[in-house]
């Protein structure tokens, strides 16, 4: 979030996010860290797309069924080759060399039921090691951009505690002990707002004071 979104209307009962604003000032004014870069490199390793998981149920479901359809095919040559074995009947050698067909058929699509499978449990796997690894990354991500924000703050406290102090109206001594109005004040002075911010505070005389003092253009209410 942009330091403008911290300080847009001061006012009395304002909240602020002190810690959050000073890393906005910071980064208003160009401040870099030491792990700005690595923190690049994770996100853009987290940028490609994430394979999901895939399921296994239908794969399997298929493996059941062929594997039922050659048991079947199998007893019925056994059958036939029985019946054959028995008679000199053409049509029973028919149905016999059909019914060899069929089982051969059966295996193909029973052989390649199995490789289905099997090639989903790979996908899968694979799957599961790239959603390990992204986890693995973003807490990286997090553990870099706490490191960063630590930073940050620390490049600007000193400023906005002088601001603190040297803005009219308040009576804290630093950025963390000064009001909310305050150190919005000085946390505004210290970063870099392009944008108006509009100023319910009555800290100043008059817009042409509050803006010299904050060195960024207001809305005076």
Do not use: K
Request: with cysteine.
């Amino acid at each position: 979030m942009g330091l403008y979104e911290y300080v847009r209307v001061i006012a009395p009962g304002m909240t602020l996010d002190r810690r959050g604003a000073l890393v906005a000032a910071a980064r208003s004014r160009g401040v870099e860290t030491s792990v700005d870069e690595q923190i690049e490199s994770i996100r853009c390793r987290l940028s490609d797309h994430e394979a999901s998981v895939p399921t296994l149920s239908d794969a399997r479901r298929r493996v059941a069924e062929t594997e039922a359809a050659l048991e079947e095919r199998r007893e019925r040559v056994a059958t036939l080759r029985g019946r054959v074995q028995a008679s000199d009947d053409d049509a029973v050698t028919g149905e016999y060399r059909t019914a060899i067909r069929e089982l051969s058929e059966a295996e193909t699509e029973h052989l390649a039921a199995t490789e289905a499978l099997e090639d989903a449990r790979s996908r899968a796997r694979s799957a599961r090691d790239e959603r390990d690894r992204r986890l693995r990354l973003q807490d990286r991500l997090e553990n870099r951009r706490r490191e960063a924000r630590v930073e940050l703050v620390e490049s600007v406290r000193p400023a906005a505690d002088e601001a603190v102090v040297s803005a009219p109206g308040g009576d804290g001594r630093t950025f963390a002990d000064a009001d909310s109005v305050t150190a919005a004040l000085a946390v505004a002075r210290v970063g870099t707002v392009h944008a108006p911010v509009a100023l319910a505070c009555r800290r100043f005389s008059d817009a042409a004071e509050a803006m010299a003092w904050l060195d960024a253009p207001v809305y005076w209410l």
